[in-house]
């Protein structure tokens, strides 16, 4: 099994959300640990995913939030990097003053450059920091599967997901898919 790596967005996340559920449940997962969650610096933030990347080739990226876009650009600036697969959940508009809060602002623009690795982008339908069709346009340009969740929120604790075997399950499906070339695995996914 390849290394897995969670990838929290804005002030981290916390012992009861799905990602820690996640990282317990998968063994050998490790959290990519930020020096500040509330106040996130971008090129901290890249360093310390890159170095994360480095001593664990391979893995599979499983972002929330902010965490999606911080994936986007370590893919953009470092597209060398040994990278399997990413899970990206509920990616936060940095863009959008309505929708993100100021403090996130420098991880804009989000890079729209095709990610070198297999990826999935999970999107709810009432996201209240990004909204479906905008998400779906992540998606596409990064050249990743999109699963559209339904009325999920921001699919964190607030909105009700501690255990999510949902994306549990589509994590796995992404794995398995790491066996195959990647047109049979996107196929798979998009069914």
């Known amino acids: 099994m390849p290394p897995i790596l969670i990838i929290p967005g804005l002030n981290g996340s916390g012992p009861h959300h799905w990602q820690t559920c996640l990282e317990r449940s998968f063994r050998g997962a490790r959290r990519?640990?930020?020096?500040?969650?509330?106040?996130?610096?971008?090129?901290?933030?890249v360093e310390r995913l890159v170095a994360d990347i480095e001593a664990n080739p391979g893995g599979v990226l499983v972002a929330h939030s902010l965490g999606c876009a911080l994936v986007a650009h370590v893919a953009a600036e470092r597209p060398d990097l040994a990278i399997e697969a990413a899970l990206l959940v509920a990616p936060a508009n940095v863009e959008s003053p309505r929708h993100t809060p100021e403090r996130i602002r420098e991880?804009?623009?989000?890079?729209?450059?095709?990610?070198?690795?297999?990826?999935?982008?999970?999107a709810s339908t009432n996201?209240?920091?990004?909204?479906?069709p905008r998400a779906r346009e992540l998606a596409d340009a990064?050249?990743?599967?999109?699963?559209?969740?339904?009325?999920?929120?921001?699919?964190?604790?607030?909105?009700?997901?501690?255990?999510?075997?949902?994306?549990?399950?589509?994590?796995r499906d992404l794995m398995l898919g790491c066996r195959e070339p990647r047109s049979t695995a996107r196929a798979t996914l998009d069914a």
């Open 107 to 122: 991880f804009a623009p989000i890079p729209r450059t095709p990610l070198p690795f297999r990826s999935v982008v999970v």
């Open 127 to 132: 996201d209240p920091y990004m909204a479906l």
């Open 32 to 45: 990519v640990q930020q020096a500040d969650w509330k106040r996130p610096n971008r090129l901290a933030w």
């Open 142 to 171: 990064w050249g990743a599967a999109f699963v559209d969740a339904g009325p999920l929120g921001h699919i964190n604790v607030e909105a009700g997901f501690g255990p999510w075997p949902a994306g549990e399950r589509i994590l």
